[in-house]
């Protein structure tokens, strides 16, 4: 698997760092409310896990699954297949994406929460591709930024294979022909 890879974007120790980071600033802000952290399946998974190990709060963990891409491209027609089990009404939610591209998943599943009567909805994401945004979206909480390239690993997949590589990297051409 790893021989499919191209250049590592964001090393293993890099994300280690941007999730303590958004760790801390996620426990300072949520202090004293009712978080719900919802992670976005699958692409959250690893995320996720490490993300809510760095918050030092009371939380609540659910999960949404969604779907909108095909191979490298967003269809922009964002689907719910798997709901939460819990209300998210007069709550804290804090959607956590692996990556922003065009905006319509985080766009569509923000006006969700909002109409079920979450109190506020906030997402952090540990990826932000802003040249890919179609729809004007600010998350709240980027790890960091990357260029108009498409990645996976470390939760994002390429016809859902390499989500479980350890860190975020770029595919050889020759990867998306087989
Ligand atoms: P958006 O709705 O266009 O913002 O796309 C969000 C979703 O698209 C993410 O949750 C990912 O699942 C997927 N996605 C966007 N860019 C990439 C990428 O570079 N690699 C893998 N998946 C991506
Ligand atoms: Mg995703």
Same mark, same amino acid.
């Given at each position: 698997? +790893?021989?499919? #890879?191209?250049? @590592?974007?964001?090393?293993?120790?890099?994300?280690?760092?941007? #999730? +303590?980071?958004?760790?801390?600033?996620?426990? +300072?802000?949520?202090?004293?409310?009712? !978080?719900? @952290?919802?992670?976005?399946?699958?692409?959250?998974?690893?995320?996720?896990?490490?993300?809510?190990?760095?918050?030092?709060?009371? !939380? $609540?963990? $659910?999960?949404?699954?969604?779907?909108?891409?095909?191979?490298?491209?967003?269809?922009?027609?964002?689907?719910?297949?798997?709901?939460?089990?819990?209300?998210?009404?007069?709550?804290? @939610?804090?959607?956590?994406?692996?990556?922003?591209?065009?905006?319509?998943?985080?766009?569509? #599943?923000?006006?969700? !929460?909002?109409?079920?009567?979450?109190?506020?909805?906030?997402?952090?994401?540990?990826?932000?591709?802003?040249?890919?945004?179609?729809?004007?979206? %600010?998350?709240? %909480?980027?790890?960091?930024?990357?260029?108009?390239?498409?990645? @996976?690993?470390?939760?994002?997949?390429?016809?859902?294979?390499?989500?479980?590589?350890?860190?975020?990297?770029?595919?050889?051409?020759?990867? %998306?022909?087989?």
């Amino acid at each position: 698997m +790893k021989n499919d #890879i191209l250049k @590592v974007l964001i090393s293993e120790d890099e994300i280690k760092e941007i #999730i +303590k980071r958004l760790g801390k600033q996620i426990t +300072k802000d949520y202090m004293g409310k009712d !978080l719900v @952290v919802i992670g976005l399946l699958k692409g959250c998974n690893p995320f996720m896990a490490d993300l809510i190990r760095q918050i030092d709060l009371k !939380l $609540d963990v $659910d999960y949404l699954a969604v779907s909108s891409y095909a191979g490298t491209s967003s269809t922009g027609d964002v689907k719910i297949r798997l709901d939460l089990n819990q209300s998210v009404l007069g709550r804290d @939610v804090l959607i956590a994406e692996d990556i922003v591209d065009t905006g319509a998943t985080i766009t569509t #599943i923000k006006k969700l !929460l909002l109409h079920r009567g979450a109190k506020s909805v906030k997402i952090v994401t540990l990826l932000d591709k802003p040249a890919g945004r179609l729809m004007e979206c %600010y998350p709240e %909480y980027i790890g960091t930024e990357i260029p108009n390239e498409f990645v @996976v690993g470390y939760g994002l997949d390429f016809n859902e294979k390499y989500r479980n590589l350890p860190y975020v990297g770029v595919l050889k051409p020759a990867a %998306y022909e087989k």
